[in-house]
């Protein structure tokens, strides 16, 4: 039941994708005024609003030219020629089956004769057709050229954008070590100091607000005291109480401990936002305190992330052969302080940066106002750069672990040099140039950490599901995790290092969009789309290959070869209709590739002309079966059973029990001995020897008789003894038999010589055997006494007599 329920399923799958594929060959077409109203409708549909477009792009090539607008403008003119853009790109496609369609059958017309008269009648219908193809393509055309024109104006956006950031890197204000510039910054930071005690005391002042703060003032209190008492005792309490639900947990301690390690971050963070709340309710901040508090809670993460990054990745619970980032010992108190230090220092950096914003600083006073807290910044990326770059001696010959080590050395050696450049550029007057370099390093060393804990959360949950600590780390599904974590971190690394969301939406437009080769336009879904059918098919093949090994053909009279060949011709089969149903589903036309293959099939023939050659052998192999899977065959001087024959090569199992591969072409082209081809029926010979004088009539009988004895032995036809002739120091005979099963040569050859040694010792025959006579040539010349030993070369004559082993072999 099982095998039918598998069979029709592969046929249903194989029927519903012909089906689909081919449903741009069947599809009616329709008349030519329908087509031409659908086309219609869809370009008003398209151009609905065309006097909004047109003017649209007036305004946007005005903006362009003139290029006076700022950054925030040029930002929100692409984000609206990205809406046209996206739209336009969903109008390429409309009418696509509807076009193939309409080529089809006018292909299948074929093209006018050149010399005599056409069919009126299919002139007609080729005119019809080529009219509905021109109303069919109109929309398409015209959301192509609409599509180029929002595609254009967007690079010349990003072009200015990039030429503006490119000037502002490079530009130079005073240095903040000039004095000079020291009173315009006392200036400044005087004048918001006055602006915004305005704002409080003209806010207190007001009777509203004043009503209002003090009725939000028993929610001021509450929110303020929560936020204390978090502070305070909520660390302690949240340990107290996951350290009792680990205890309590054995092989999920530190899957636990993570998830509960976020709790910190949480309680923190609903600190922090309570008490920025609190201050938000009493409505007398003005507004740029309130600008400057709405930050907070988002600057505030940077501290709170440190303490529990240091928590997971810089504590000393661990061994340091195991630890995640291999520092020496001693590094880890002092490599955790760095870290919380860079915490505060993005926080401040990043206050006193929204402050200066806030309240329109001048350049200059910015720069001066800046400088020490980028240099806490760049203090701390060096200190925690420096406390990474000591870490433990790795063996070069643990790849994984000094792939590790090397990378770390490399990122210690970047923060520091982007610590010490950025603090060289703040001193000579580059603000710009220091925050695009020492303050995205800062948080690219957050993005990293999350990452690691991560990736250790991946190994941590792999050991839970299999109840093991051993080769996790290795093992496939923590990588497989940590490359999708890296793929996600790519776009977050961009925007950290000065990429805009704009940049990582173009590129994602581009990848939608896909590439074309010829006249096939290739794109993510499509590629989807073939994977997914490829996948179903290649599935579906296996379970009918699996239904017919298991299921099918051992029902069969067929022998193991012959099933053998069926199931691997219904892989290659099965396999080559997945491809093209695949390709057939996902639209891509084959014909675009025919200048490439042709091109590459000269230098591919060369180069994989061994491998096609095995290729073809091994399908000669499978429809002539010379030989078969489990056959006893003897080639290229090694012999053993088939085990399995592939598409390249056959692996042989010889009979010390190792794997030889041959390749295919060498079982087609050479001499190949196959001892059980068709049957297993095969001779056996047994050498013997006796001594001379022996009565030969009797050594034949008994030898006879010992061969007929043997069950394995055949009596159709009879086995004989042959005497072989008179050798040096016996009299050979041979006895030869037909086995049942040749496979058993061995074994019988093994029971007739225990049989012949009986049976000679009881008949009282003898069994010749080597002997060797020394003769010396001069022996008085040798001094035997103890005194005058006399090492003298001696010639020997040897008279070899055969041995026993050279008389049976």
């Known amino acids: 039941m099982n095998h039918i329920i598998i069979t029709l399923f592969a046929a249903a799958f194989f029927v519903c994708a012909t089906s689909l594929a081919a449903q741009d060959v069947v599809e009616v077409p329709l008349s030519s005024d329908t087509a031409a109203s659908e086309s219609i409708s869809t370009l008003d549909a398209l151009f609905s609003d065309i006097d909004d477009w047109d003017s649209f792009t007036s305004r946007a090539v005005s903006a362009i030219e003139a290029g006076r607008a700022s950054n925030v403008a040029f930002g929100d003119l692409r984000s609206e020629l990205t809406i046209w853009r996206d739209k336009f790109f969903a109008h390429k496609s409309s009418n696509v089956l509807r076009i193939a369609t309409v080529q089809s059958q006018i292909i299948s017309l074929g093209d006018a004769p050149e010399v005599g008269e056409e069919d ?19 929309p398409v055309s015209l959301a192509a050229e609409a599509f180029t024109q929002a595609d254009g104006l967007i690079r010349e956006i990003d072009a200015l954008l990039r030429d503006r950031r490119a000037d502002s890197l490079v530009e130079r204000v005073q240095s903040p070590l000039n004095p000079a510039g020291w009173a315009r910054t006392w200036d400044n930071l005087q004048g918001a100091q006055r602006s915004i005690r305005a704002e409080v005391i003209s806010a207190f002042s007001n009777p509203s607000r004043r009503l209002e703060f003090f009725r939000n003032m028993p929610v ?43 709790g910190q971050v949480i309680i923190s963070f609903v600190c922090l936002t309570a008490f920025t709340h609190a201050l938000t309710l ?41 630890h995640q980032l291999g520092l020496v010992s001693g590094v880890l108190k002092s490599a955790h302080y760095s870290f919380v230090l860079l915490g505060y220092s993005l926080m401040l950096f990043g206050l006193a940066r929204e402050f200066t914003m806030i309240n329109s600083f001048l ?21 925690f750069g420096q406390k990474l770059s000591k870490t433990l001696i790795v063996d070069a010959e643990d790849g994984a672990r000094y792939f590790r080590a ?73 990588v497989i995790f ?31 969009e896909g590439f074309s080769i010829g006249a096939t336009r290739i794109s993510p879904a499509s590629f989807l789309l073939f994977a997914m059918v490829f996948v179903i098919g290649y599935t579906t093949t296996k379970l009918m290959q699996t239904a017919l090994r298991t299921t099918v053909l051992p029902r069969t009279k067929m022998d193991a070869g012959g099933q053998n060949a069926i199931v691997a011709g219904t892989g290659y089969v099965g396999i080559f209709l997945a491809a093209i149903i695949a390709i057939s589903t996902a639209g891509i036309d084959l014909s675009g590739f025919a200048i490439v293959a042709g091109a590459l099939s000269v230098g591919i023939g060369f180069g994989m002309q061994n491998i096609v050659s095995n290729f073809v052998s091994g399908i000669i192999l499978l429809i002539e079966r010379p030989i078969s899977k489990g056959d006893w065959i003897e080639v290229g001087g090694q012999m053993g059973y088939v085990r399995d024959i592939s598409v390249r090569s056959t692996r042989i199992e010889t009979f010390d029990r190792t794997d030889v591969i041959v390749p295919n072409a060498d079982l087609v082209s050479n001499q190949v001995t196959n001892w059980t081809r068709g049957n297993n029926v095969g001779r056996a010979i047994v050498p013997v020897g006796v001594a001379y004088g022996t009565d030969t009539d009797r050594v034949t009988e008994i030898l006879r008789e010992i061969a007929e004895g043997h069950p394995m032995v055949v009596i159709n036809p009879p086995p004989s003894v042959v005497f072989m002739g008179f050798g040096a120091d016996s009299l050979d005979f041979q006895i030869r038999a037909i086995l049942r099963d040749v496979n058993y040569v061995l074994s019988v ?16 025959i003898e069994i010749p055997f080597g002997q060797r006579d020394i003769w010396l040539r001069n022996p008085e010349v040798l001094n035997f006494s103890e005194k005058h030993q006399v090492q003298t070369p001696v010639l020997q004559a040897v008279k070899d007599v055969p041995s026993k082993d050279d008389a049976n072999s």
Request: charged letters at 15%; a positive charge; hydrophobic letters at 55%.
């Open 120 to 138: 009126p009648r299919i002139a007609a219908r080729r005119a019809k057709l080529t009219h509905q193809l021109r109303i069919l393509r109109a």
């Open 363 to 383: 350049p200059i006073a910015a720069t001066v106002f800046m400088f020490p807290f980028g240099l806490l910044l760049a203090w701390s990326l060096y200190w």
């Open 220 to 262: 001021f209190l509450f929110l303020v005291s929560v936020a204390a008492v978090l502070i305070l005792r909520g660390r302690a309490w949240f340990d107290r109480f996951a350290s009792l639900i680990i205890a309590r947990s054995h092989r999920s301690q530190k899957v636990v401990s993570f998830v509960l390690s976020l």
């Open 406 to 478: 090397t990378l770390r050395s490399l990122i210690s050696r970047g923060l520091i040099l982007a610590a010490l450049a950025g603090a060289i550029f703040a001193a000579l007057g580059y603000g710009y140039a220091f925050e695009v370099l020492t303050f995205p390093a800062a948080l690219t060393i957050y993005v990293l950490a999350v990452l690691i804990t991560l990736q250790q959360l991946s190994v941590d949950f792999y050991s839970l599901l299999i109840r093991s600590d051993n080769g996790s780390r290795d093992a496939l599904f923590p």
């Open 749 to 764: 050859k093994s029971d007739m010589n225990h049989a012949i040694a009986k049976r000679f010792v009881a008949e009282g």
């Open 482 to 512: 940590g490359s999708l974590l890296m793929l996600v971190a790519l776009p977050i690394l961009a925007i950290v290092w000065g990429a805009k969301i704009t940049d990582i939406t173009e590129l994602w437009s581009q990848f939608r």
């Open 282 to 322: 009493t409505g007398i901040m003005g507004r740029r305190l309130d600008q400057v508090i709405d930050v907070l809670p988002e600057l505030g993460l940077f501290p709170i992330l440190a303490y529990w990054i240091s928590s997971r990745l810089l504590s000393n619970g661990e061994p340091l052969e195991s």
